[in-house]
């Protein structure tokens, strides 16, 4: 059984660090960029189909220290990227998380 409290604290926490990435950089209009909504949309919807889909990725995302590993991951690529590409990279993985809080409201809602 999922621990969404626990998957939460870990997606709020990117969350901070990424918006607090954008006002450091001056960056914040770059969240209403229509490119940063539509990207980030739609790659969480597609690593959250991952998750439905009974791929193994469900039962490695339980595994103790993935979700950290993988909180460290999202920030380092997110600002990895976002060198190379520009802040719209930190938007569109906002707008991600967005979508990921959004699944699990309707989640935690039906359940």
């Not at 949309?41 to 590993?69: N, S």
Request: charged content about 15%; some cysteine; hydrophobic content about 55%.
């Amino acid at each position: 059984m999922p621990d969404y409290r626990r998957d939460a604290g870990f997606a709020l926490l990117c969350g901070l660090a990424l918006v607090a990435y954008l006002r450091q950089t001056g960056a914040v209009e770059t969240l209403w960029s229509e490119s940063a909504i539509a990207v980030g949309v739609a790659v969480a919807l597609g690593v959250e189909a991952l998750f439905v889909l009974d791929t193994p990725v469900a039962a490695l995302w339980e595994r103790r220290g993935v979700r950290t590993t993988s909180a460290v991951a999202l920030l380092g690529v997110a600002g990895g990227l976002a060198v190379f590409l520009g802040p719209v990279v930190v938007a569109a993985t906002c707008w991600g998380l967005v979508t990921y809080f959004g699944i699990l409201a309707v989640c935690l809602c039906y359940r």
